[in-house]
């Protein structure tokens, strides 16, 4: 069965322009520029995010707050994007997709420079607010722009391709903070500058945008009963995303590791991550992106299955975490791939928006789920939670592989 199932039709650039601010957007780009403008812009962001997340950390640990206010200061962006995300396709029946992304970006900035000059515990809880909620709408609107203009062939690797940027900058952000320190000003002017760094791309674009042709009589809600497992996909990766990295680095404590060992365990898996994401992507396009995700969620709780007979073998180890890593960030870029085929117009704005909200949903359960379970049962109960999560997705996957509402 083709993969390919539009909800609502393609815009039409011959047919009259719809009495909106964004569809008054002049003609589109080649898909070309959109696509390296939006990967570009992406991967400055992912840099921010890479540095800013753990400097906003290390700040507050230093001024004396406890572990749970700080990453109750971290939830506070997640929750940003529950917010500002479902906001997203209204936005842009109004206005055109650049200027919605160039104003989250100054909002991510401004509070960067503010934060940085002003070190106050209950100010920067508003400000995580304030850059949560920039951060979403470049996040919601580059991956629906990137999807509306990808080719249906290559859209599993293009979304590798994004994924992969995406987990680059990730990389890259610690990196940055080791050289600049946290002390002062200077890093949070340094992540200001890198997020500035999104805007050059979106101006080579800038006046242009999607067709979001509106479709009524869907809400979110809607989107997530039109494709089920592709938001339990959603949901999923971002439960294990955030649990693998707040608790497998105590998992490994827990087993003996020393703390150098430990860490580099995630160094591991993020390279998975990383590099990964472009092959599985191609096999996606190549072989069925359901197949391929539903043998990824396999892959997963085979590989999390025999962690822990891997712990005193490092020949199998490390290519253990390395896979894993590579397989779990493949959740969101095959849920992505799958859902830039089954959607079109504002349904993808709106359907692009439902998978953010649930992979937030999810990143927010994850480390509290796995975390109980680790209280309760010890480290066994890190392995029993992430079997159970990956071996539900791919259980569920492959009951529902061959219907329409996937």
């Known amino acids: 069965m083709a993969e390919h199932h539009t909800i609502a039709p393609e815009h039409d650039p011959g047919a009259a ?9 002049q ?5 070309s520029r959109v696509l390296a403008a939006m990967l570009a812009s992406i991967t400055a962001v992912g840099v921010t995010l890479g540095l800013s997340t753990p400097l906003f950390s290390v700040v507050l640990d230093r001024m004396g707050l406890s572990a749970a206010v700080v990453g109750l200061n971290t939830s506070v962006g997640v929750g940003a994007t529950l917010v500002s995300a479902p906001l997203v396709p209204w936005l842009l029946r109004r206005t055109g997709p650049v200027r919605i992304m160039l104003g989250g970006i100054l909002l991510s900035g401004l509070g960067l420079l503010v934060a940085g000059y002003l070190h106050d515990a209950v100010l920067w809880f508003v400000i995580r607010f304030i850059i949560g909620v920039g951060m ?10 990137i999807n509306h203009v990808a080719s249906d062939d290559r859209r599993g690797f293009i979304a590798g391709v994004y994924s992969a940027l995406m987990g680059l900058g990730f990389a890259i952000g610690p990196v940055i903070l080791g050289i600049t320190g946290s002390e002062g000003a200077l890093p949070f002017i340094v992540a200001a500058a890198t997020v500035v760094l999104a805007v050059f791309p979106l101006l080579r674009v800038r006046g242009t945008g999607p067709g979001m042709d509106h479709q009524t009589g869907h809400s979110l809600l809607g989107v997530v009963h039109l494709a089920p497992v592709i938001m339990l996909a959603s949901v ?20 003996g590791m020393n703390e150098a060992t430990a860490v580099l365990q995630l160094t ?76 079109r117009g504002d349904m993808l704005a ?33 392995v029993a939670g992430m079997v159970a999560v990956s071996g539900l997705l791919a259980t569920v996957g492959a009951i529902r592989i061959r219907s329409e509402r996937f």
Do not use: N
């Open 27 to 31: 003609q589109a780009p080649p898909p």
């Open 17 to 25: 322009a719809p009495a909106s601010a964004a569809a008054a957007e």
């Open 136 to 145: 979403s709408l470049h996040w919601v609107i580059s991956e629906t722009w």
């Open 236 to 255: 999923i990766s971002g439960f294990v995303d955030t649990a693998t990295l707040a608790l497998l680095p105590v998992y490994g404590l827990a087993q």
């Open 350 to 382: 709106q359907a692009t928006s439902a998978l953010v909200i649930t992979y937030c949903l999810g990143s927010i359960l994850g480390p509290l789920a796995i975390g109980g379970a680790m209280d309760a049962f010890g480290p066994a109960g890190f």
């Open 268 to 343: 591991v898996a993020t390279i998975g991550a990383v590099v990964l994401q472009l092959p599985i992507g191609w096999l996606g396009d190549r072989f069925g992106r359901r197949r391929a995700l539903v043998g990824c969620a396999a892959l997963k709780t085979i590989a999390v299955a025999l962690f822990p007979a891997a712990l005193d073998q490092p020949w199998l180890l490390w290519p253990i975490l390395f896979f894993w890593g590579g397989v779990m960030v493949a959740f969101y870029t095959l849920a992505l791939a799958l859902m830039g085929a089954r959607f």
